[in-house]
């Protein structure tokens, strides 16, 4: 008898799996690991139809940021309808929630962070290899969070059916943090202690590879300087000086909003990106010094507004060993012919010169170490152990926020992706919620990383950092 290639790859992953799980018996701690992560996988694979329709239904949606009613409203009820504890809107955000399930002690608290926010002017067409808005000029999911979103509110449900099936105490916790291309829920939900009871967390992204990186992440500062004038005109054009002096290419310009309507101020918002807070906030200071020398020169006033800052990523290798062995189970996925003759001619639309020869990822890499770029996540790591880890939903050399993205995070492609992260996830919760020694170890780690540090939320003095981005909901403590 013949085995096809997917029965082949099912019983290795199985073999695998029993290998891991063999190695892992009659160790201190809640000897539950193997019946728990059994249930939960067995939970995915029974619920994977459902999970896809998930994350497409939050494809459609495509909300941006702050604006992701309906998302919200379709996690919140699926993790209430499977038992969770909703806490609604929380600091001060419609669209932010934790829920939570507990069992026996509650003890201990593992976390699942996600995120589900869509990108301006990317809407596109499920599953195309060419660029076809849905809505010209609407928003897509070109970074795919629909895929987390869906992937990790499954996860922390896996999670707490195993829990009841094979009774393990502890807490699973789902934080649902919208926007994060601003970079500011995790900031305000850091700073109003909402990780403070994490005993590690856990969250994915998609990317072109598999991988459990030690990299880090920058900090961030996020700043808006505002030059007023006698007219518009005078204040644009301190505007653009001030843009070739700092180099600021891809900070975003505005000028009022009418033509018709003369104002006497115009704007650059910017995104500055340093390895440290101090080096971020340092460059900082130097670009408000540069806008108040401009400001003298061209006979205009300098405002500088500071939005948010972020912490870089502190990297947690006990966390990156875990995921990685964890990871190996289930990556890299498998592909059919039509799966690849699509990659193929999404690789045709990019530029030539852009990534490798290969079309789609085809292992888990081995953890590197690697400076990337910038999100909310480092507030969170440095309150509690924690990892972001990349699933390879995207065809190798992908653009990052484009059309391209948001056609995978709705194909079959970005689907295999994140269901081998849903089991990813689950089974790395499971461990760190029966494996007492495994947790103890990871804590231990990240009490020598942090000794003397004291976590601060980089907020502005207002406290209000989405009015000073014109939204009409401010977060509060």
Known sequence: MFLSRSALWCLRTSFLFGLTLAGWTGLEGQDLSEGAKQNALKWIDEHQGRIVELSDTIWKYAEPPFEEFQTYQLLTDELRKAGFKIQEHVVGMPTAFVASYSQGSGKPVIGIVAEYDALPGLSQRAAVPYKSPLVPGGPGHGCGHNLIGASSAAAAIAVKEAMVRAGVSGTIKFFGAPSEEEYIPKVYMADAGLFNDV?????????????????????????????????????????LKFQEKTGLERGVIRAGDLPTVEGTSAEIRAFVQEATRQEADQKVEELRALATKIASETGTEAQTHFIIGTYQRLTHEGLVRLVDRNMRLFAPVRYTAEEL???????????????????????????????????????????????????G????????????????????????AMLAM????????????????????????????TKGFVYRANIPKERNSLILLGKATSPQK
């Open 341 to 391: 003759e699509f990659a193929k001619k999404i690789k045709a639309s990019f530029p030539s010169t852009r990534g490798s020869e290969k079309l789609l990822p085809d292992q888990v890499l081995t953890p590197s170490h690697e400076i990337g770029g910038s999100n909310d996540n480092g507030d969170v790591s440095w309150i509690t152990p924690f990892i972001s880890f990349r699933g």
């Open 422 to 449: 849903t089991k990813t996830l689950s089974v790395s919760a499971l461990d760190l919620m029966t494996r007492q020694d495994l947790l103890a170890e990871v804590r231990k780690e990240f009490q020598e990383k």
């Open 393 to 416: 939903a995207y065809v190798m050399g992908q653009p990052g926020h484009s059309w391209q993205n948001a056609s995978i995070a709705a194909s079959s492609i970005g689907h295999k």
């Open 199 to 239: 005993d590690a967390a856990l969250a994915w992204h998609p990317g072109s590879n598999f991988e459990a990186r030690y990299g880090t992440n920058r900090a961030l500062n996020s700043v808006k300087f505002v030059f007023t004038g006698k007219s518009r005109t005078e204040a644009l054009k301190a505007v």
